[in-house]
């Protein structure tokens, strides 16, 4: 019997954002638990400058070596003049048959690696260029989910055009006292601060403004539990069971700290037991947010839960973690996908998602020569 032709993945991480070696994690993960009777795999790191690395030099960060060290013996390899540089070493893997991005924040979530892909003419996983630029600007997200009528907290937009007039007094009026200040186009909590006086606005506004140009300013929710929902699909997609993050009442929220450095203090309810009607709810309010997004593949839906049991929409993330402690996949578990299954899920929806985009048809209308 013929043995069946394995496919070959190009598994690219890292990035330049701050989510980097969150990635890594995360593609070490995916890695592993990738069934090597099924696929080759050639993996490519994106350094901190956004610099593509060869498997092979990969292959030595993969290992243990330090990645700065690595970077150093690489570069001088590259010819910088040419504009293709930064991308040349994926020309080394020529058969590629899908592309499996694992770059978290800029870049990765942000539409730009899926236009390269488009480019390359190559299926890949997760979300396309517009629902990934969408889904990854809280603001446009929040636009798209009001007019969706899918519930989100309140909030103002600050830029450096109209921070003078953005007070704190202004801002408490327009979305209460306690405020919490988030740079747009940033994930993982990096650069939010909560605010409950002008002294922490300004601080936290300024800190704010070292990731982006335009700062969501959004109202605190009091004592919010924090649960999230996993989704998987394409056109149909489904939502999983839910779960809880409790996080130390010594802690404002959840932030990167917590999240990746030191999550000693977090625990996880997986999944979490909440009276039905609000669990459906959530579900519904995830699957109408993936699609009025038009995402695709995959996502992990966050949501801040009022006391009163109000769910509020917080952030959609289009490529989750896949870490030790990352929602996305353990959600999965519990709802009865293994790991190394979601992988392979996951996969196959990205080749469905080219192929339905192959049959779209492009007409070229000739122009007359003059």
């Not at 070493?89 to 236009?115: C, M, R, S, W």
């Not at 909560?194 to 109202?219: C, P, Q, S, T």
């Amino acid at each position: 019997m013929e043995t069946q032709k394995k496919i070959h993945v190009g598994l690219l991480f890292g990035g330049n954002s701050s989510e980097h070696d969150v990635s890594k994690r995360s593609a070490h993960n995916i890695y592993d638990a990738m069934d090597k009777t099924k696929y080759d795999i050639d993996l490519f790191l994106l350094t901190k400058d956004g610099i593509v690395l060869s498997d092979a030099a990969t292959r030595r960060v993969f290992n243990g070596e330090a990645e700065d060290d690595v970077v150093a013996t690489e570069l001088p390899k590259l010819d910088m003049s040419d504009p293709l540089a930064p991308i040349k070493n994926l020309a080394l893997a020529k058969d590629i048959d899908i592309f499996y991005p694992v770059v978290h924040g800029n870049l990765g979530e942000d539409g730009t690696l899926q236009g390269l892909f488009k480019l390359l003419k190559k299926p890949y996983v997760g979300s396309g260029v517009l629902a990934s630029a969408a889904s990854f600007d809280k603001d446009i997200t929040k636009q798209i989910l009001t007019h969706h009528h899918i519930q989100n907290t309140k909030y103002v937009v600050v830029t450096p055009e109209n921070r003078e007039q953005m007070t704190y007094d202004y801002l408490s009026e327009k979305v209460g006292q306690h405020l919490f200040i988030k740079p747009a186009n940033q994930g993982s909590s990096v650069g939010i601060h909560k605010a409950e006086n002008e002294r922490e606005y300004l601080d936290g506004l300024a800190d704010a403004f070292k990731y982006d140009y335009k700062i969501l300013v959004e109202e605190s929710i009091d004592n919010p539990r924090e649960v999230e929902c996993s989704i998987l699909g394409n056109e149909n997609p489904k939502a999983s069971k839910l779960g809880a993050i409790d996080v130390p009442k010594s802690d404002t929220f959840y932030d990167y700290n917590n999240k990746f450095v030191d999550a000693s203090g977090v625990t996880f309810e997986l999944p979490v037991d909440l009276p039905v009607d609000l669990t459906k709810r959530i579900q519904e309010m995830s699957l109408g947010a993936f699609k009025a997004l038009g995402l695709k593949g995959m996502a992990r839906v966050d949501f801040l839960v009022s006391e009163d049991g109000e769910p509020y929409l917080g952030e959609i993330n289009t490529l989750p973690g896949f870490t030790n402690i990352s929602l996305y996949p353990k959600l999965w578990e519990v709802s009865g996908i293994s790991y190394t299954d979601l992988i392979d899920q996951l996969i196959q929806l990205g080749f469905d998602e080219f192929k339905r985009q192959s049959e779209i048809h492009y007409d070229f209308v000739a122009l007359d020569a003059e």
